[in-house]
């Protein structure tokens, strides 16, 4: 009985001490063409691949950075910085804007029909078009 006791608040404190993370969902602007978007597509774009849109990228110290870079690139967020860095350096691209948080993803999203970014699930609103979910 003891044994079970233990185990029962052991798994209470592992649970408790995983971060729940919110529902990563890629937008763009309402007017945008694109109805949806793969993994790969949006990938593309965050990671210098393709310049038809224009990503809108949140603080590094975000952890939907971290988690949106890894759920979709499959790399982490210093790896992406430095595959940017190395394009910015070679003059094929300039760094993506970076914006303080969600919000302000959506309002840039909202104000550019070329832009795309990264947000909460729970801060979409009619101003901007989910074309993708994480994993």
Do not use: C, H
Not at 34 to 47: H, I, R, Y
Not at 84 to 103: E, I, Y
């Amino acid at each position: 009985m003891k044994n079970a006791m233990t185990m029962a608040v052991a798994a209470l404190a592992l649970s408790a001490s995983i971060p729940a993370f919110a529902e990563v969902v890629v937008v763009v602007n309402p007017k945008a063409a694109e109805a949806s978007m793969s993994k790969d597509q949006v990938a593309q774009f965050f990671l210098g691949k393709s310049s038809s849109m224009t990503p809108i990228d949140q603080p590094e110290d975000a952890a939907i950075r971290g988690e949106f870079y890894k759920k979709v690139t499959d790399k982490d967020a210093s790896q992406a910085k430095a595959l940017w860095s190395k394009l910015v350096f070679t003059g094929k691209a300039t760094m993506p804007a970076q914006v303080a948080n969600s919000a302000a993803v959506k309002a840039a999203v909202a104000g550019n029909p070329k832009a795309i970014g990264y947000m909460e699930k729970s801060a979409v609103d009619s101003t901007v078009k989910v074309v993708f979910t994480a994993p």
